[in-house]
């Protein structure tokens, strides 16, 4: 199974340990605790009889309002998992321009594979054929946190 985080743009914060995916490929989330006045609170039922018991709310996302960010597979200089939508720092090998570069991880379907995409070229370099030989990937942010680390 694919392992992910998921942004809430409304909250501008990383969802924790209340989304997942459904075996029909929907993104759930659990409605069992609620953010309330900076707390998160347990909703709980009362019964007729006065008995308390945790209901379990479970609700498809709204996608307009999440983000979910793939683990890639690959970790950085200090082991850290990069996830779809990280802003790193990285070494690329080419004929006439080698260097560091700043670039985001992107999901690319056409191919089924994560990219980097440069800050400064535009250039898409597939995730899997950088080499780890300059200990070149650095992570510095993720997009969805930090849009103005793109640019946007």
Not at 106 to 128: C, K, M, N, P, Q
């Amino acid at each position: 199974m694919k392992k992910f985080k998921v942004w809430c743009k409304n909250r501008k914060e990383w969802e924790k340990d209340r989304c997942f995916l459904g075996q029909d490929g929907i993104l759930y989330q659990d409605e069992s605790t609620m953010f309330v006045n900076g707390w998160h609170e347990e909703m709980n039922t009362i019964t007729s009889s006065g008995e308390r018991y945790k209901s379990i709310v479970i609700t498809p996302c709204d996608l307009e309002n999440h983000v979910i960010c793939y683990e890639t597979g690959k970790t950085d200089i200090n082991g850290r998992k990069l996830y779809e939508g990280d802003y790193i720092l990285f070494y690329y090998e080419e004929t006439f321009n080698s260097g560091y570069q700043t670039g985001y991880i992107e999901w690319a379907d056409h191919d089924e594979a994560f990219y980097v995409i440069s800050v400064e070229t535009g250039v898409s370099v597939r995730l899997g054929d950088l080499t780890n030989k300059e200990n070149s990937i650095t992570y510095i942010g993720n997009v969805e946190e930090n849009p103005s680390l793109i640019g946007e």
